[in-house]
C-alpha cells in the first residue's frame, strides 16, 4: 500500500493558518522554516512557555539594595549597560590586541547574565562576599536557578539558550570579559553617585577600581582610557 509522506509548510503567517487547521484534522502534521535547520511540531508551536514573560520582571528587581541611591538602577537596565560594555570590550581585543572572541556570543551572554536573579533576587555583594560559605551557597542557588529557567522554554529551544545561559557552559574567556563589562557597569554607576554628591558610593568607587586595575585587560584599560571620562560630562557639554 502507498502511504502518502506528510507534507511540510513554510513558517508563515498562512502557512501557520493553514497547519493549525490541518493539525486538527492531523495532529502530527510538522512545520518547517525554509530559512533554518529547526523542524518542530505543531503542538510544539502553540505550546505556552512562561520563560519571555517571567525574566521580564528584572525590570523591577533593584540593584545596590543596601546602599541610598541618587538614582535607582534596575537589572534590566545593568544588563544592557553590561552587554553594550562587553561587545565593545570584544571588539576592542579583536581590533587592537590581536583577539579571536566571538562577539556576537559574548554579548548574548551579557544580555542573560543575571537573569537568575528574577528567582533569586539582586544578592547586594557585601552579602555575597561575606564568607566563602555564603558565597558557595549562593552559586549554588544561582546555578539551580538557571536551570529552572531554561526548564520554562520549549525542549528545542532548551539546547539553543543553554549556551549563554548557564554559567558553567560559559567558555571561560567569556566569562572574564562579561565579568570585566559588569564590574565597569558598577565602577561608572560609583563615579556618578559620588559626582552627584553622594557619599555613600565614595568607599565603593575606590575598590571596584581597584578591582578593574587587578583585572589587567589591555581592551578594559583601552575603554577606561578611551570612554569613561565622557560620562562625567553634562549633555550640553557632550555637544561642543
Known sequence: MFLPQKRHHALSLGGLIQAIN???RSP??????TQSTCVYSLREIIM???FFAYISKIRWLQRWGLKRNTVTENVMEHSWEVSVIAHALALIRNCYFEG???VNAIVVAALYHDCSEVLTGDMPSPIKYHSPEITKAYKLIEKKAEHELINLLPEKLKVQYKPFMLEEE?????????KAADTIS????CKMEVAAGNQEFSIAEKDIEAKLKAIN???VQYFLDTFTSSYELTLDELFK
Open 217 to 219: 585587560l589591555p581592551e
Open 22 to 24: 490541518l493539525g486538527r
Open 48 to 50: 505556552k512557555s512562561h
Open 100 to 102: 579571536t572572541l566571538d
Open 186 to 189: 558598577a565602577y561608572l554607576k
Open 28 to 33: 502530527g502534521i510538522q512545520l518547517a522554516n
Open 170 to 178: 560559559l567558555p571561560i574567556e567569556h566569562k572574564v570579559i562579561i
